[in-house]
């Protein structure tokens, strides 16, 4: 039996990743003309229930993500099972992710999703809040900017010894927190014996996670709601406008083996779904990319992932304890060709 983890970030999503009630069902309905008929079964129903969750407004949210129907879908495999959910909290703890609340309502219904959702399939769930190595990340970033320099060239800079003073200082600072917490994401792999970790819409880089150093290097798989191959390629982190953008007819999803290089690494599943009719609506553009995001959330990338799992042969992960790195060697390792 091969275990998985899904680990993404929490959106305030009626900003963030704003969906629409209006187009889901129809959006449903063509994405599952070609599907088994189990798979469609499950779809069909968790999509009824997924409305209820819905707000009744134009720009709403789609609170648990993917992951609302990728977890009966491993179901029906007899080989995986959900280990563990991650989420990942843009927030310093708790308390402040209450403050934050105030200000978007959705966070804290979109987490009591996730956590209804882990009760339901009786996953170990874990927050991890990430927002004190993300600011650091901001603050080192405008530092370089103002000193002719990027991040990675910095990284570069300091391996070389040809950074010093504070420069260098707040950058170690800053890959010290960013392994700190990468390795709490190995040590909740670890606990729950897990095999495979899938990224879905987990906004930040990987680096130890991915290193030679890490058991499950080979097992991190990225679900990106585009193709990646071929003639409509889109990767980066605004595949839906870029679509709309471009005036594609097929947009698609990929799940993909993890590597430094974003959005670069081996497909193992790409589906296609054609969005001619979006494309030739006289609706407002922004409302084009809400129709195709809510095509993507409407049980399409969650097939992906689910193909993915079934037609996929990962070897099980031998866990061992993490050597001892230092950040800097890890980090100046994964960036990425080219930069």
């Known amino acids: 039996m091969r275990k998985i983890a899904v680990i993404t970030t929490l959106h305030e999503v009626a900003r963030e990743e704003p969906i629409s009630s209006r187009y889901f069902m129809q959006e449903l309905e063509r994405n599952t ?191 990106h709601p585009a193709l990646l191959k071929g003639e409509f390629v889109l990767p980066g982190n605004t595949p839906t406008s870029d679509a709309v953008r471009l005036k594609l007819p097929v947009v698609g999803a990929t799940v993909h083996h993890l590597t430094y290089e974003v959005d670069s690494g081996e497909p193992i599943v790409e589906l296609k779904r054609n969005v001619e009719h979006v494309m030739n609506s006289n609706v407002a553009e922004k409302d084009k990319e809400v129709w195709i995001r809510t095509g993507n959330y409407a049980g399409f990338e969650a097939y992906a992932q689910y193909l993915a799992f079934a037609g996929f042969e990962f070897e099980k992960v031998a866990w061992n304890r993490v050597e001892e790195e230092n950040p800097l060697d890890v980090y100046s390792r994964v960036i990425p060709p080219g930069r």
Do not use: C
């Open 33 to 223: 003309e070609r599907m088994e008929k189990r798979v469609v079964s499950i779809i069909s129903q968790r999509a009824k229930d997924a409305l209820k969750r819905l707000n009744n407004t134009s720009f709403s949210g789609f609170l648990p993500g993917n992951i609302y129907f990728l977890l009966p879908l491993l179901e029906l495999l007899g080989d995986v099972k959900a280990g563990l959910i991650i989420l990942d909290i843009k927030a310093m703890n708790r308390e402040h992710l209450l403050l934050q609340t105030r200000r978007y309502p959705s966070l804290l219904t979109s987490l009591e999703a996730y956590r209804d959702l882990a009760e339901e399939f009786k996953v170990p769930f874990v927050e991890l809040y990430s927002l004190g190595w993300r600011r650091k990340v901001v603050r080192i970033s405008k530092e370089m900017k103002r000193a002719g320099l990027d991040l990675y060239t910095g990284i570069r800079m300091v391996k070389q010894g040809r950074l010093n003073g504070q420069l260098r200082e707040s950058l170690l600072s800053v890959l010290s927190d960013k392994m700190v917490f990468e390795k709490r994401i190995i040590s909740e792999l670890e606990r729950n014996s897990i095999d495979v970790l899938l990224s879905d819409r987990a906004m930040f880089y990987l680096g130890l996670i991915i290193d030679d150093v890490s058991p499950i290097k080979g097992n991190v798989i990225n679900s």
